[in-house]
């Protein structure tokens, strides 16, 4: 199975910046799809951004112009650079990796990581 490990959440002022990143057990190019979720107290989890195995990135409109879903290849890992965070973007966010196999699609987790903005 994909294990994934997530790390770089923490607390920051308005206006700050995080880096998210996810280390995945396989390499990435075993790996259909790529992306980080978001879920705060009483709501849904939601997208955040994504990427595919053919370079394709999408962002929410929410966070879109302030955060970059990116991929270092040759280290297995996905990273969520976060720019002029906002107090609503406060959240524990989930590293996701969805794996094609045996013409099923699976879905896998990280933990989560913390990310408090304060106002």
């Known amino acids: 199975q994909v294990r994934l490990v997530e790390s770089g959440g923490g607390l920051v002022q308005a206006g700050g910046s995080l880096r998210l990143s996810c280390v995945a057990s396989?390499?990435?190019?075993?790996?259909?799809?790529l992306g980080w979720y978001r879920q705060a107290p009483g709501k849904q989890r939601e997208l955040v951004a994504s990427?595919?195995?053919?370079?394709?990135?999408n962002t929410a409109d929410s966070v879109k112009g302030r955060f970059t879903i990116s991929t270092d290849n040759a280290k297995n890992t996905l990273y969520l650079q976060m720019n002029n965070l906002k107090p609503e973007d406060t959240a524990v966010y989930y590293c996701y990796a969805q794996q094609l196999y045996n013409r099923r699609l699976d879905d896998f987790w990280g933990q989560g990581t913390q990310v408090t903005v304060s106002s």
């Open positions: 990427t595919t195995s053919g370079g394709r990135t």
């Open positions: 396989v390499s990435i190019f075993a790996i259909n799809k």
